[in-house]
């Protein structure tokens, strides 16, 4: 018998705020300026954490920390899964060589759960901007199984200049902002995030009831155009959840202003949706892309969003694009949502959505 999987707290740290709640005010006043980040001569915009530490380690410690204390109280033994895309390389980065490498940069999970008290069972993610999901995935699918009743999910993602560096060495990166879905969009904004959720068995306000992941083999660095493999996780994560496209209240798109990415994942949602579009919402213009964190860290914000009450307006919209022929909400809203999808479109063809109700 499978049992139902809730989400009882979550945690959040990113350039929005130190907290769910705090990322979600932001959002709704509006907020989506970023700093910038310097990779040889050239200035990008980035969302950085907003910590003053220079130690990368104790950064990254000190972040840690603070996002497992807002996940209430939670036992030592809680298996702990670890999504990133990045891990450690930035300590690698920091401490220059020569150094000793460890056998996998995801030993950095052990440190992650020494920083969490957690002496029970790890996993590490790395599936590109669909690790989060990943791990969330294998967390429920173990929980609804009764093979543990409870887990932590970490999606850790921190600056480092090689990470910086191969996205703009593919020209994939804007040099300006994040235009989800614009006619003006050039490309990803990229940015930082330490995110958590805390999966139980047991009742909480909000249900994952149904997720789903896939590949798309069409290209390294970009998806299917006509959107069809996109539109097939959809439908399996709706499929899983036994609910009608129409009883969606709103997607979180993954749309981060890329030209190919943002344009394959509107062909899906016509697809999928065909006249009955639901509002549409990206977050990333104001919280950045934070890639192996990302399904999280906009898991977390929204979840917060929606408990206050409020849909916050998608930044940086405003000339529409024929191609694409949606748009997202550029207005916000006060409507009640009980049912929303959550869409990742990530770097080498991972796919994902899930799907959370109210409970």
Known sequence: MQRPLHIVASGLLCARGDSPAAVGDALWAGECTAGERLLGERYFPYFALPLAEPDWLLRAERAVRHVGAQLGPYAPETPLFVASSSFQVGLFEQRGAPFDMPVGSASFSRQIADWLTLTGP???????????????????????????????????????????????????????????????????????????????????????????????????????????????????????????????????????????????????????????????????????????????????????????GQIPATANYGEPDADIGLAPLTVRSQAVVRRALLNLVGFGGGLASLLVERS
Not at 171 to 187: K, Q, V
Not at 233 to 248: C, G, K, S
């Open 122 to 308: 790890r996993s590490s993610f790395s599936t590109a901007c669909t690790s989060g999901f990943s791990a969330i995935d294998a967390a429920t699918t173990l929980i609804s199984a009764g093979l543990i009743d409870e887990a932590i999910v970490v999606g850790v993602e921190l600056a480092n200049a090689s990470t910086l560096a191969g996205f703009a060495a593919m020209e994939l990166l804007s040099r300006s902002a994040c235009r989800p879905f614009d006619a003006r969009r050039d490309g990803l904004v990229l940015g930082e995030a330490v995110a958590a959720v805390r999966l139980s068995a047991a009742p909480g306000p909000w249900q994952i009831a149904g997720i789903a992941s896939g590949l798309d083999a069409y290209s390294t660095t970009g998806p299917d155009p006509d959107g069809g493999p996109i539109a097939g996780v959809m439908r399996e994560a709706l499929q899983a959840a036994d609910t009608p496209p129409a009883a969606i209240d709103l997607v979180k798109l993954q749309a981060a202003g890329s030209p190919g990415s943002d344009l394959a994942e509107a062909n899906a949602l016509r697809q999928v949706f065909a006249e009955v579009m639901p509002p549409l919402l990206s977050l990333k213009p104001a919280l950045g892309h934070t890639l192996g964190a990302s399904g999280i860290a906009e898991l977390a914000a929204l979840i917060a969003s929606l408990d206050a």
